[in-house]
């Protein structure tokens, strides 16, 4: 396995500085033993009366589902470790575990819905817009993109192999509309938009600003539907987040240019701003730009951080579905950071440089990442090979800015 011998290669084995008790999300007190309030109830709450041993010989964080796990093991340098014993259980949880509530997600332009399992874990939702052979039409613009369902698949995976695990996990997982979604839940405003086709298979489309009507329902095979269940963050009422615009935004209009498309010195006034201007925030921004121009995504407008943690930790990538819509074509303008300011870091160019070899090519690692996915073949080939194409000019942008 390609994918095993570049985990156990030595730049991915750098150890993370020693954590201590400030730089964990959560605190949990190892004699506590969590269990549910009742049965109504989607609270974990601590019993204090817990042994340190249960009668079972398991310590307490034993008793944890491995969603609640996953919370806890969250640091001020790493969503997740790199040989996390969790991620193949997380990861099957997301893709089989019971789903017993499905309502919609509020706000954003498109239809996400939450979905529980019994264990009270939650993953969030995006059904299958398109076919994985379809390109984004080169007329549209970025903000009318469709999300894709694979796109946030891949991108969980693509996260890992560059080594910045800053993508909750992510499962492809195939829906029953009827089950799963029409007849157990108990959102209203939902419950009201599904309908019958022409051919006689389940439709809905729920309330939304951008593609919620008719004319862009989902629609079931008759009632069967792909989509990406991601693993929901802690709860912001628990572990607050911080929300960053991005300097490198774009205008989000059809005709107007952003200041950074028009100054090309714009890198200067960046590094003079807070956060950017100490420690290694920039730097992070740029790793996070290497995999937006990988998979193509240019809907990088905000990133969050863990408030706990202040300037001092990794950025969230999150909402990933904008990425792998066109294989076809380039766009060099998302790794403006990495050309205006040319700054990388070490280690981030290092791996760069070993997956663009033959031993560790990033395509091939790729591709068999995904192949254990539920849904495999989650890219199509094209979409892999312009992976490699996009690595090369990513290493020419930095040996450009050494050169100079």
């Excluded at 949880?93 to 706000?107: C, E, F, M, Y």
């Excluded at 693509?158 to 492809?172: A, E, K, N, T, W």
């Excluded at 403006?336 to 091939?364: G, H, M, N, V, W």
């Excluded at 254990?372 to 040996?399: C, F, M, N, Q, S």
Aim: proline share 6%; glycine share 4%.
């Amino acid at each position: 396995s390609k994918l095993e011998a570049l985990f156990e290669h030595p730049l991915y084995n750098i150890p993370i500085p020693a954590v201590t008790e400030k730089d964990k999300l959560f605190v949990v007190n190892p004699m506590e033993k969590f269990s549910l309030r009742s049965s109504r109830s989607d609270e974990w709450v601590s019993s204090s009366k817990a042994e340190t041993l249960l009668p079972t010989g398991k310590t307490a964080y034993d008793t944890y589902p491995t969603w609640l796990k996953f919370h806890v093991g969250i640091n001020r340098y790493e969503l997740y470790p790199r040989q996390d014993p969790l991620m193949p259980t997380l990861l099957r949880d997301l893709a089989t575990q019971r789903i017993v509530s499905s309502v919609q997600k509020s706000g954003g332009t498109q239809l996400k819905l939450i979905m529980t399992f019994p264990n009270y874990g939650q993953a969030l939702f995006k059904p299958m817009k398109q076919t994985r052979d379809q390109e984004t039409p080169i007329d549209f613009f970025y903000f009318s993109d469709f999300e894709r369902h694979n796109a946030e698949i891949a991108a969980f995976h693509l996260d890992r192999i560059l080594d910045f695990r800053r993508i909750p996990p992510v499962s492809g997982r195939l829906v029953n509309i009827t089950k799963e979604i029409r007849d157990i839940t108990t959102d209203k405003k939902l419950a009201k938009t599904f309908f019958i086709s022409p051919a006689g298979n389940i439709c809905f489309y729920g309330e939304c600003s951008y593609y919620c009507s008719t004319e862009h329902a989902l629609c079931g095979k008759p009632d069967r539907l792909e989509g990406s269940m991601a693993t929901l963050l802690p709860d912001k009422t628990l572990a607050k987040r911080r929300s960053w615009r991005s300097p490198w935004r774009r205008s989000y209009h059809k005709s107007k240019k952003a200041e950074w498309e028009l100054n090309p010195n714009y890198c200067a006034q960046v590094r003079e701003t807070p956060p950017y201007d100490r420690g290694h925030r920039l730097l992070d921004l740029i790793d996070m730009t290497i995999l937006d121009f990988l998979m193509g995504n240019m809907d990088r407008h905000h990133y969050e951080t863990f408030e706990k943690f202040g300037n001092d930790t990794f950025l969230l990538h999150l909402d990933n579905g904008r990425g792998f819509g066109t294989h076809s074509r380039d766009e060099l303008s998302i790794l403006a950071p990495l050309r205006q300011c040319c700054s990388i870091k070490k280690s981030t160019y290092l791996r760069l440089q070993l997956l663009a070899t033959p031993s560790y090519r990033l395509s091939d690692l790729l591709r068999e990442a995904l192949a254990t996915d539920p849904l495999a073949p989650i890219l199509a080939e094209p979409h892999l090979w312009a992976l490699d194409r996009r690595l090369g000019k990513v290493l020419a942008a930095v040996g450009h800015c050494l050169a100079g």
